[in-house]
């Protein structure tokens, strides 16, 4: 009795020092979105400015009361939540690292962060390439007919939007990979559905690009798939 008594005890301190390192991993990730968040604030002007970039010659209204002091909440909370977010991921890997064996965090580590880092790559390639592209076409579309003016919270959930779809779509080879690993499908599987991906590619590209400007859509297309192939060439390396 009095050794499962001990042992119940130890269980209980070990449940009780990983609900204090949660709560504390908890804690930092999100000191780490409010300092983040009260930055962006700070620097709110700075930041409306980078993102009134794409749409150059335009101007943006506001058409209610406060509607650019919240949407400067909402593009502060956005980015902070963005920027923390590998923070946040960090705090995550070491708090389930020492449960993991070794070759658990040999896969998963890498997994994370290569996640991370395409999700930042699809952002960047969405604010230089994607949304420039697609803004071109809608200003010049009827310009000579109406004037483009804009309201800014529009712009901003149109922004993000584009922001946010490109960067989960940016996550196709990462979704490969655990499929890969967990022997779902294999890289040969893969390849064999190229056709259909294609399919698929040209219609998420449609949806994912607002303009109906063909070449938007086709280099969208392209680079589905050139993700997809890409998480196929991971998988071959690893003969998976």
């Avoid at 010659?57 to 963005?82: C, D, H, R, T, W």
């Avoid at 779509?169 to 779902?184: A, H, K, S, V």
Wanted: glycine share 4%.
């Amino acid at each position: 009795m009095k050794n499962i008594w001990q042992t119940n005890q130890k269980l209980e301190m070990s449940i009780r020092e990983h609900l204090t390192e949660l709560r504390e991993r908890i804690l930092i990730s999100l000191c780490i979105f409010i300092i983040i968040t009260i930055f962006c604030l700070f620097y709110i002007k700075n930041i409306s400015y980078i993102l009134q970039e794409p749409a150059y010659g335009i101007k943006f209204l506001q058409l209610a009361p406060g509607e650019y002091l919240f949407v400067s909440i909402k593009i502060a909370i956005s980015f902070g939540i963005i920027l923390s977010s590998p923070f946040s991921i960090y705090q995550i890997i070491l708090f389930i690292l020492p449960g993991l064996t070794t070759k658990e965090a040999k896969y998963i580590i890498p997994t994370l962060v290569g996640s991370i880092f395409l999700f930042f790559a699809g952002f960047i390639f969405c604010f230089k390439t994607l949304i420039p592209t697609a803004l071109t076409f809608l200003i010049n579309y009827g310009s000579d007919i109406v004037e483009p003016i804009w309201s800014f919270e529009e712009y901003f959930n149109f922004i993000l939007f584009l922001l946010f779809s490109t960067g989960i779509t940016f996550q196709i080879p990462i979704i490969q990979i655990i499929l890969g690993f967990l022997n779902i499908y294999s890289s040969d599987t893969m390849l064999k559905f190229w056709k259909y991906i294609t399919f698929i590619s040209t219609i998420a590209g449609a949806i994912i690009t607002p303009s109906t400007d063909p070449i938007t859509q086709i280099f969208m297309t392209l680079t589905i798939l050139l993700l997809y192939f890409s998480g196929i060439l991971v998988l071959k390396i690893f003969n998976k």
